[in-house]
């Protein structure tokens, strides 16, 4: 019955909607017209997909997470969610294939009955919309076989992820995408779908096992989740609407704004059963009563499916912002903003260009890490205060270099994208080395109290002891993935590539902090799950990277050709040099740059060794002092004697 109102609610919604939202436009005579199967199938099919989506991953989030398991193996119920969890995504996948064939019908104007296979083909595998419903139906196809594979909690903790990425690619298309300003438009977005999926789906996944034994402690463990998610929300709802809505008063001038409002009001809503649940619901579930909590729970699914198609009505309704293709800036359709004018101290420093990812990342980042401070100076343990200002210097400079004006210049200029480039994988990880996250985690992260939930310090101590991250933190590897990406992106077609894209571009700059840390971790990282590799080599490590980053800049230097022509050439400011000088500016600043940063390495490579050579000594002389008191031999008492029989002279008997 739950299933069926949520259903009845959510296309009521979504048609009413269309309909306020005049995304049910008459066809106009002799334009080109998809029919009525597509125009009316096209958001009911993507109500289903969103629907299917948001479920898929609230089942394996709440099987692999928020309830305890069964030693390695999920848990009974974590057993049955994760089978629910593989049919819905198995109907995910199906749904996001629909949704191509009827995309394209939409975009060329052609009923579905006369498009032709190459058509749909041709648009899933060159058309960004395609491409991104395609790779979505094939994540939600991976999705269904882990779901099905196995029943470990590390499986089913990877399908919970695959699920999470898996709703993010349509958001990298249609309205913001095409916005002015789409990296704050596109990110706040992704961020919206992902927070809106966790929120949404584990409530509907606790109300699966609203008879279990564990659902009072499962649904506490959601409601953090869910007030966070609600924040995410809010926030990233916000900051999407104003983007697309230009102006405060098209709230009520416009339809999109009557629809935002809607939505608003549904977030007011969904606000007050959530505070309700943490007051009433949640001390009646402990106590054994799961009647209130069931019935809250159910008329919040019902108001989330309500809200899910006013999200889908609103994604087919034109926005206010509207532009004249005849006048449109061609440089601002590809950057997301004007071309900006020639570079100053003012002008780097200040026009920020907010990124709603970078900034979750360093707000997220400081918070926990102060908290797990104060969190040890409660217990009465001390944390270095130099380490605490290396990582939030760590995390400053993360968000300057991509949040301020330096990132408009980073696009269209080569020089300028290789200080970017340099900062982040360079500077920006030995400042967050520095600060031994992850020695601050394990030591204020508190273990839950049932052995059988795994908890963030629990996942954390298994990422840190996983294949994977044993292999990733061998030296050579991490050295050839520092060193390897120099090369595989400048000389390639792949800068270009991940330049034309938000995503690329994000993974691109994700990429180097990642390749960064984890050169630098190995090299000067304090944290426990460091391979234990001797100093001498690690020195030998450090001068094989500090080598290949000038012969890096030395090539480029010498390079003779444009790197990624294509997206330089159509962005390329009418004030600056000739591209090939701009490069080897960049090139140049590829090869000085990495000499500060590598002596600062080299000196706290040379200060551990020594420390470490200290600490082996005094820990030889503790055993031999140990191993005098008791009368026994030691290590060093041997090889001291071998040495001092070495130096006497032989003595031979004459026979």
Same mark, same amino acid.
């Given at each position: 019955?739950?299933?069926?109102?949520?259903?009845?609610?959510? &296309?009521?919604?979504?048609?009413?909607?269309?309909?306020?939202?005049?995304?049910?436009?008459?066809?106009?005579?002799?334009?080109?017209?998809?029919?009525?199967?597509?125009?009316?199938?096209?958001?009911?099919?993507?109500?289903?997909?969103?629907?299917?989506?948001?479920?898929?991953?609230?089942?394996?989030?709440?099987?692999?997470?928020?309830?305890?398991?069964?030693?390695?193996?999920?848990?009974?119920?974590?057993?049955?969610?994760?089978?629910?969890?593989?049919?819905?995504?198995?109907?995910?996948?199906?749904?996001?294939?629909?949704?191509?064939?009827?995309?394209?019908?939409?975009?060329?104007?052609?009923?579905?009955?006369?498009?032709?296979?190459?058509?749909?083909?041709?648009?899933?595998?060159?058309?960004?919309?395609?491409?991104?419903?395609?790779?979505?139906?094939?994540?939600?196809?991976?999705?269904?076989?882990?779901?099905?594979?196995?029943?470990?909690?590390?499986?089913?903790?990877?399908?919970?992820?695959?699920?999470?990425?898996?709703?993010?690619?349509?958001?990298?298309?249609?309205?913001?995408?095409?916005?002015?300003?789409?990296?704050?438009?596109?990110?706040?977005?992704?961020?919206?779908?992902?927070?809106?999926?966790?929120?949404?789906?584990?409530?509907?996944?606790?109300?699966?096992?609203?008879?279990?034994?564990?659902?009072?402690?499962?649904?506490?463990?959601?409601?953090?989740?869910?007030?966070?998610?609600?924040?995410?929300?809010?926030?990233?709802?916000?900051?999407?609407?104003?983007?697309?809505?230009?102006?405060?008063?098209?709230?009520?001038?416009?339809?999109?704004?009557?629809?935002?409002?809607?939505?608003?009001?549904?977030?007011?809503?969904?606000?007050?059963?959530?505070?309700?649940?943490?007051?009433?619901?949640?001390?009646?579930?402990?106590?054994?009563?799961?009647?209130?909590?069931?019935?809250?729970?159910?008329?919040?699914?019902?108001?989330?499916?309500?809200?899910?198609?006013?999200?889908?009505?609103?994604?087919?309704?034109?926005?206010?912002?509207?532009?004249?293709?005849?006048?449109?800036?061609?440089?601002?359709?590809?950057?997301?903003?004007?071309?900006?004018?020639?570079?100053?101290?003012?002008?780097?420093?200040?026009?920020?260009?907010?990124?709603?990812?970078?900034?979750?990342?360093?707000?997220?980042?400081?918070?926990?890490?102060?908290?797990?401070?104060?969190?040890?100076?409660?217990?009465?343990?001390?944390?270095?205060?130099?380490?605490?200002?290396?990582?939030?210097?760590?995390?400053?400079?993360?968000?300057?270099?991509?949040?301020?004006?330096?990132?408009?210049?980073?696009?269209?200029?080569?020089?300028?994208?290789?200080?970017?480039?340099?900062?982040?994988?360079?500077?920006?990880?030995?400042?967050?080395?520095?600060?031994?996250?992850?020695?601050?985690?394990?030591?204020?992260?508190?273990?839950?109290?049932?052995?059988?939930?795994?908890?963030?310090?629990?996942?954390?101590?298994?990422? &840190?002891?996983?294949?994977?991250?044993?292999?990733?933190?061998?030296?050579?590897?991490?050295?050839?993935?520092?060193?390897?990406?120099?090369?595989?992106?400048?000389?390639?077609?792949?800068?270009?590539?991940?330049?034309?894209?938000?995503?690329?571009?994000?993974?691109?700059?994700?990429?180097?902090?990642?390749?960064?840390?984890?050169?630098?971790?190995?090299?000067?990282?304090?944290?426990?799950?460091?391979?234990?590799?001797?100093?001498?080599?690690?020195?030998?490590?450090?001068?094989?990277?500090?080598?290949?980053?000038?012969?890096?800049?030395?090539?480029?230097?010498?390079?003779?050709?444009?790197?990624?022509?294509?997206?330089?050439?159509?962005?390329?400011?009418?004030?600056?040099?000739?591209?090939?000088?701009?490069?080897?500016?960049?090139?140049?600043?590829?090869?000085?740059?990495?000499?500060?940063?590598?002596?600062?390495?080299?000196?706290?490579?040379?200060?551990?060794?020594?420390?470490?050579?200290?600490?082996?000594?005094?820990?030889?002389?503790?055993?031999?002092?140990?191993?005098?008191?008791?009368?026994?031999?030691?290590?060093?008492?041997?090889?001291?004697?071998?040495?001092?029989?070495?130096?006497?002279?032989?003595?031979?008997?004459?026979?």
């Amino acid at each position: 019955m739950l299933a069926v109102a949520a259903l009845v609610g959510a &296309l009521g919604v979504l048609l009413t909607g269309l309909r306020a939202g005049d995304a049910l436009v008459a066809a106009i005579p002799g334009l080109p017209d998809p029919g009525p199967v597509t125009t009316w199938a096209l958001p009911v099919v993507r109500l289903l997909a969103d629907g299917l989506g948001t479920v898929t991953v609230g089942l394996a989030v709440t099987a692999a997470i928020l309830l305890p398991g069964d030693g390695p193996s999920v848990s009974a119920y974590g057993w049955l969610l994760l089978r629910r969890a593989g049919l819905a995504a198995a109907g995910w996948a199906a749904a996001a294939l629909v949704m191509v064939v009827l995309t394209v019908s939409d975009l060329l104007g052609v009923p579905v009955d006369r498009l032709g296979a190459a058509t749909v083909v041709s648009f899933a595998t060159s058309i960004s919309q395609g491409q991104a419903l395609l790779l979505q139906a094939g994540l939600a196809s991976a999705v269904a076989v882990l779901a099905r594979v196995g029943v470990s909690r590390g499986l089913a903790a990877a399908g919970a992820l695959v699920a999470l990425v898996a709703v993010v690619p349509p958001a990298f298309t249609g309205h913001a995408a095409g916005a002015g300003d789409h990296q704050i438009a596109v990110s706040s977005l992704v961020l919206h779908v992902m927070a809106a999926a966790l929120w949404v789906g584990c409530l509907v996944a606790l109300l699966m096992v609203r008879r279990g034994r564990h659902l009072a402690d499962a649904a506490g463990r959601y409601s953090r989740l869910a007030l966070g998610c609600f924040v995410a929300v809010a926030v990233s709802g916000t900051v999407n609407a104003a983007v697309r809505l230009g102006g405060l008063e098209e709230l009520w001038r416009s339809r999109y704004g009557w629809l935002v409002l809607g939505k608003l009001a549904a977030l007011a809503v969904l606000g007050v059963l959530g505070a309700a649940h943490r007051a009433r619901a949640l001390p009646a579930l402990r106590a054994g009563r799961r009647g209130s909590f069931a019935r809250l729970a159910a008329g919040e699914v019902v108001v989330f499916a309500a809200t899910l198609g006013l999200a889908v009505a609103l994604s087919r309704s034109p926005t206010p912002v509207t532009e004249d293709p005849v006048a449109a800036d061609p440089v601002t359709e590809v950057l997301g903003f004007p071309m900006p004018a020639a570079p100053t101290a003012g002008r780097l420093l200040g026009q920020p260009l907010p990124d709603l990812f970078v900034l979750t990342v360093v707000v997220l980042g400081a918070a926990g890490y102060l908290a797990g401070v104060r969190r040890l100076h409660r217990a009465g343990h001390r944390w270095p205060v130099v380490r605490t200002a290396s990582w939030l210097a760590g995390l400053a400079v993360l968000g300057a270099i991509i949040g301020l004006g330096v990132a408009r210049y980073a696009y269209v200029l080569f020089s300028v994208h290789m200080v970017q480039h340099m900062v982040l994988s360079m500077l920006v990880p030995i400042l967050l080395v520095g600060g031994a996250p992850i020695t601050l985690a394990l030591r204020a992260l508190r273990r839950p109290a049932d052995p059988q939930l795994r908890g963030a310090r629990e996942w954390l101590l298994l990422a &840190l002891h996983s294949r994977p991250a044993k292999l990733l933190t061998h030296p050579l590897v991490a050295l050839g993935i520092y060193a390897g990406s120099l090369f595989g992106l400048y000389f390639s077609d792949l800068l270009g590539t991940l330049m034309r894209s938000h995503l690329g571009h994000l993974a691109m700059l994700g990429h180097f902090v990642l390749a960064g840390y984890l050169l630098f971790w190995v090299l000067i990282g304090v944290d426990p799950g460091r391979p234990r590799v001797p100093h001498p080599i690690l020195v030998l490590v450090h001068l094989a990277a500090m080598m290949a980053h000038g012969f890096f800049g030395l090539v480029l230097m010498q390079t003779t050709t444009v790197i990624a022509p294509d997206w330089y050439l159509a962005v390329h400011p009418e004030w600056a040099s000739a591209l090939l000088a701009d490069q080897k500016l960049g090139a140049g600043i590829a090869w000085a740059f990495g000499e500060i940063p590598a002596a600062v390495v080299m000196i706290l490579l040379v200060r551990q060794w020594v420390r470490a050579d200290q600490r082996e000594q005094a820990r030889l002389d503790r055993a031999a002092d140990r191993a005098e008191a008791t009368g026994e031999d030691d290590d060093l008492a041997r090889y001291n004697a071998f040495l001092a029989a070495a130096r006497s002279p032989r003595r031979f008997d004459a026979s």
